[in-house]
């Protein structure tokens, strides 16, 4: 198994509400990606942090937002929740440089959001 | 930005038998493409990648090719077992970041 870690695991919420989701990086790694992955599919970019600063973005609304922290963990927010929110949250710990680099994405467990 | 499709979408073989799962990309910028398999409730784990300097890469039953002309690339798993059922994604990287982007998952199911 890895060292990454997320919290929490599973997570249910209503419509309109917000959430946050945390994840412990690797140690050593200083970069944090957040995947969402809805069932049946690949896992999907939504963005990266680098050393505290936003790295590169997918595709998603910005009522998704994130945070690193001086220890590159890293948190994951979403918004007024939407029902198609539902999904496995994955984040992914590797060792990142300013120009990028192709070093393995160690992935943490994921947490499991219900959107009622 | 990148897209991968990825064919089949679920294998199924006989224990045994060898499997052979394919994808393309579409942005000739990508250079690093690694292969997780993801088991039913668990996290994606990394079995083999391969960088674009490299045409074929080989770990015991499992290996890659890479076709960077006409941007595919596939997975080859011989002498398959039970325990190699599970759902395998693909991916490519496209330079100056770190993000993968994956391709859609194929289910591989091996009988016994």
């Known amino acids: 198994e890895t060292g990454v870690t997320q919290s929490p695991t599973h997570l249910i919420k209503t419509r309109g509400q917000q959430v946050t989701l945390r994840c412990s990086s690797q140690s050593g790694h200083n970069t944090v990606s957040w995947y969402q992955q809805a069932l049946g599919q690949g896992p999907q970019f939504i963005f990266q942090?680098?050393?505290?600063?936003?790295?590169g973005r997918g595709n998603f609304p910005p009522r998704f937002s994130g945070l690193q922290f001086p220890n590159y963990s890293s948190e994951l927010n979403v918004n007024a929740l939407e029902l198609d929110d539902s999904a496995l949250y994955l984040c992914?710990?590797?060792?990142?440089?300013?120009?990028?680099?192709?070093?393995?994405?160690?992935f943490g467990p994921g947490t499991r959001l219900t959107v009622l | 930005g990148e897209n991968v499709e990825q064919h089949p979408s679920t294998l199924s073989v006989q224990e045994g038998d060898s499997a052979v799962i394919k994808c393309t990309y579409s942005?000739?910028?990508?250079?690093?493409f690694p292969w997780y398999k993801q088991e039913l409730g668990k996290r994606p784990q990394l079995i083999i990648d391969?960088?674009?300097?490299?045409g074929e890469k080989k770990d015991q039953r499992i290996a890659v090719t890479l076709n960077k002309t006409a941007k595919h690339f596939s997975l080859h798993i011989t002498e398959t077992q039970p325990e190699d059922s599970a759902v395998y994604f693909c991916?490519?990287?496209?330079?100056?970041?770190?993000?993968?982007?994956f391709g859609k998952g194929t289910m591989l199911l091996v009988s016994p």
């Open positions: 991916a490519a990287q496209e330079g100056g970041y770190s993000t993968l982007t």
């Open positions: 992914a710990s590797s060792l990142g440089s300013a120009t990028g680099t192709y070093n393995e994405q160690f």
């Open positions: 942090y680098y050393r505290e600063e936003e790295n």
């Open positions: 942005d000739s910028a990508s250079n690093y």
């Open positions: 391969i960088r674009s300097n490299v």
